[in-house]
C-alpha cells in the first residue's frame, strides 16, 4: 500500500458516517507545502440547511492552544526573552504567592500549577480579572514537582505573557495579524461578528448515566466534588456549555484555550507551515516541539501525558525526560512517530505534525463526543493514513 494510504482515510471516513454518527465533519492532509487531501460531509447545522465544506469553520476548543503558544514563542523571541527565564521578569505581579521562579517553559509546558483558578469571581469575559486572579494566586502544585494539564487558564497565562512582551497587542489580535494573515488560514481565536454566518453548529456529546461509574479516571476526578480536575475545568467561571459557546459572545471572545474557531485545512496547513519553515518561527524553536519539556501522570486529566512548548506529545514508557528513542507509546493519538507533536480538542477535534514523515493532519467535527482525547471516528482516520 501506499503511504501516506489516503484510500483507506477516505473509507473510514464513509465509515463514521455510516456507522459512527457523525453529523458533520472535514479531514485535511498536508504534505511538504501542498495539501494532498481533503474531504468534507455532512450537515453544519441542525436542520441540515447547510452542507459541510472544506471551508466550513467550526468551535475546535483545545486544539486552538497550539496556535496560541506559537504566538507566545515568536512574541518572546521577538524581545529576546528566553524561555527558561522566570515569568515574573516580564509580568512582575506574576512573583506572588511562591511563583518568583516558574519560568515560561513551565507556562508552556502545563507545570505552572495554575491548573485551577481559585478566585470564582473571574469570568471568562474578563481578561484583566482572571490575569489579576493567576498573578495573586499561590500554585496548585509545588514549582517543579509534575504537571497538570490547564484546560482553560492556559490561554489566560499566554494572552497575558504576549500582551507583556508586546504592549498593544491581545493574543487574537495577533495570531491574525502574524500567524492566520500571512499564512492565510480560517482559523480564529476571536471571530469577528461578520463571519459568524460561517460557523458549524456544535452538538452537544451524550452525557453518561453516571459519571462516577466511568471507567476513564478523568471522569471519576470529574465527579469528585472538590478535585483539581474538577475546579481545573470549570475556571474561570462562565461559557460551561456547548449553548453557551455557540452565542455570539463566545464567538467573538479571544478564548485561546477554548474557544478558537477554524477549518480542519487550517488547522492542517498550520502544522504545515512550521513543518515547511513558512512559519514564523526560526528553525530551532520548531525543532524544539518535538521534545518533551514534561511526562508523566498528569495531574489533572489523571492518566500520563507529555507535553513540549505549547504542544502535547504522545506520553512514552517512563525514562528521564528528553529521552524517547526505543521506548514504547502509552497512548499514540500522533500517530506511530515519537517527534509527532499536537494538540486535541474537545469532543473529537484532532491536529498534529508529523516531523519525521513531513506530514500534517486535521479534522474538526461537530457531533461531540465525550472526552479531551480524539475518538474513534478520529482514531480511525490517523490509523488509516499510516495503515
Not at 146 to 154: D, N, Q
Not at 180 to 196: N, Q, S
Not at 289 to 296: A, D, H, R, V
Request: glycine share 10%; hydrophobic share 45%; charged share 20%.
Amino acid at each position: 500500500m501506499p503511504f501516506p494510504n489516503l484510500d483507506a482515510v477516505a473509507a473510514q471516513f464513509d465509515e463514521n458516517f455510516a456507522s459512527r454518527g457523525e453529523a458533520g465533519a472535514a479531514v485535511s492532509v498536508w504534505r511538504e507545502g501542498r495539501e494532498i487531501f481533503s474531504l468534507a460531509r455532512g450537515r453544519a447545522d441542525r436542520e441540515g440547511a447547510r452542507e459541510w465544506t472544506a471551508g466550513t469553520p467550526a468551535l475546535i476548543w483545545s486544539a486552538g492552544k497550539a496556535a496560541a503558544a506559537m504566538c507566545v514563542l515568536q512574541a518572546l523571541g521577538r524581545v529576546g526573552i528566553e524561555l527558561d527565564a522566570p515569568v515574573a521578569s516580564l509580568w512582575p505581579e506574576f512573583a506572588q504567592a511562591g511563583k518568583e521562579r516558574i519560568t515560561f517553559a513551565q507556562v508552556l509546558s502545563h507545570q505552572a500549577g495554575l491548573a485551577a483558578l481559585d478566585d470564582r469571581t473571574a469570568t471568562v469575559l474578563d481578561h484583566a480579572a482572571v490575569a489579576r486572579a493567576l498573578a495573586a494566586q499561590a500554585p496548585n502544585w509545588p514549582p517543579g514537582e509534575g504537571h497538570g494539564y490547564h484546560p482553560r487558564t492556559f490561554g489566560f497565562l499566554l494572552d497575558e505573557i504576549l500582551r507583556r512582551a508586546q504592549p498593544g497587542w491581545t493574543l487574537g489580535q495577533w495570531w491574525r495579524s502574524h500567524w492566520a494573515g500571512l499564512l492565510g488560514l480560517d482559523l480564529w481565536i476571536g471571530m469577528p461578528d461578520a463571519l459568524h454566518g460561517r460557523v458549524a453548529t456544535t452538538f452537544p456529546a451524550k452525557q453518561p448515566a453516571s459519571a462516577q461509574a466511568q471507567p476513564d479516571p478523568l471522569y471519576r476526578a470529574l465527579a469528585e466534588e472538590d478535585s483539581l480536575t474538577r475546579r481545573a475545568f470549570a475556571s474561570p467561571s462562565g461559557l460551561h456549555s456547548v449553548s453557551q459557546m455557540m452565542t455570539a459572545e463566545a464567538r467573538r471572545a479571544e478564548l485561546a484555550a477554548f474557544g478558537a474557531i477554524g477549518t480542519a485545512r487550517a488547522l492542517a496547513g498550520f502544522y504545515d507551515a512550521l513543518l515547511t519553515g513558512r512559519a514564523p518561527l526560526p528553525a530551532e524553536t520548531v525543532a524544539r516541539l518535538s521534545e518533551p519539556q514534561s511526562s508523566g501522570l498528569d495531574r489533572v486529566l489523571r492518566v500520563p501525558t507529555a507535553f513540549s512548548l505549547g504542544v502535547m506529545l504522545d506520553p512514552v514508557e517512563p525514562a528521564e525526560v528528553g529521552a524517547t528513542a526505543g521506548r514504547r507509546k502509552l497512548r499514540a493519538i500522533f500517530g506511530p512517530s515519537p517527534r509527532a507533536f499536537g494538540q486535541p480538542g474537545a469532543g473529537g477535534v484532532h491536529a498534529f505534525a508529523d516531523p519525521e514523515n513531513g506530514m500534517s493532519f486535521g479534522y474538526v467535527m461537530n457531533q461531540m463526543e465525550l472526552g479531551v482525547f480524539p475518538n474513534h471516528r478520529a482514531l480511525s482516520l490517523v490509523e488509516a493514513l499510516y495503515s
